[in-house]
């Protein structure tokens, strides 16, 4: 029966099995290895601002234009997606070259999420 050719279809070429190399992993790793690789390559997206801390009691927003943003309550910076302790820690040197940007509120909080 291998012998019967259908005039019809072009057999396909030979597969190339020098090519093919071995490993000695299952083929469950193997297969996942390579999108697994891919997702630690890929760099985490810039976050759009980051809640800074002074020595101080206020918490700030920072955000891409380069402004500080006074985060007025609690309630603000949980509705923002914070808890407490997210904070990064910030000289007052370094928090001082931020340029005073408009406090958050309850009332435009949003604006800033």
Do not use: C
């Not at 759009?48 to 309550?73: C, E, F, M, Q």
């Not at 808890?83 to 309850?106: H, R």
């Amino acid at each position: 029966m291998d012998d019967y050719q259908n005039p019809g279809v072009v057999p396909p070429p030979p597969f190339p099995w020098d090519a093919v190399k071995e490993s000695s992993k299952p083929v469950e790793e193997t297969l996942e290895q390579p999108v697994q690789q891919e997702a630690e390559e890929q760099e985490a997206p810039e976050p759009k601002h980051r809640a800074v801390r002074g020595s101080g009691d206020p918490i700030y927003l920072i955000t891409p234009d380069n402004k500080k943003h006074w985060i007025l309550n609690a309630q603000v910076y949980t509705n923002l997606g914070y808890k407490f302790g997210d904070e990064e820690k910030m000289e007052n040197s370094e928090l001082a070259t931020y340029m005073p940007g408009e406090a958050i509120t309850l009332e435009n909080w949003e604006r800033f999420k």
